[in-house]
């Protein structure tokens, strides 16, 4: 069975940092692609980074210079680095893991940020 368990929300000030991390199991961890999708309260649902199998990262414009995604897959373990954090950055975050068709996703993290 396929198992991502996310954990590092919390609530924080403006211009806090947090890091998440999201632990897969159940899955040949090096050969997907991992990210986050977060979903503020009255948005919509937005992806906020990505990496590749072979370590490329893509982030929205929105978190561009803030956040970074990266990877250790002799942990199978993916981490977002949160920095400089802003009210608008309140979400529940949810890592996934991503190969072809399959995607599985983790179980939500809430991130808050005070102004």
């Known amino acids: 069975q396929v198992q991502l368990v996310e954990s590092g929300g919390g609530l924080v000030q403006f211009g806090g940092s947090l890091r998440l991390s999201c632990a897969a199991s159940?899955?040949?961890?090096?050969?997907?692609?991992m990210g986050w999708y977060r979903q503020g309260p009255g948005k919509q649902r937005e992806l906020v980074a990505s990496?590749?199998?072979?370590?490329?990262?893509n982030y929205a414009d929105s978190v561009k210079g803030r956040f970074t995604i990266s990877r250790d897959n002799a942990k199978n373990t993916a981490y977002l680095q949160m920095n400089s954090l802003k009210p608008e950055d309140t979400a529940v975050y949810y890592c996934?893991?991503?190969?072809?068709?399959?995607?599985?996703w983790g179980q939500g993290t809430q991130v808050t940020v005070s102004s």
């Open positions: 996934y893991a991503r190969l072809g068709p399959y995607t599985y």
């Open positions: 159940g899955i040949i961890f090096s050969n997907y692609a």
């Open positions: 990496i590749t199998s072979g370590g490329n990262t």
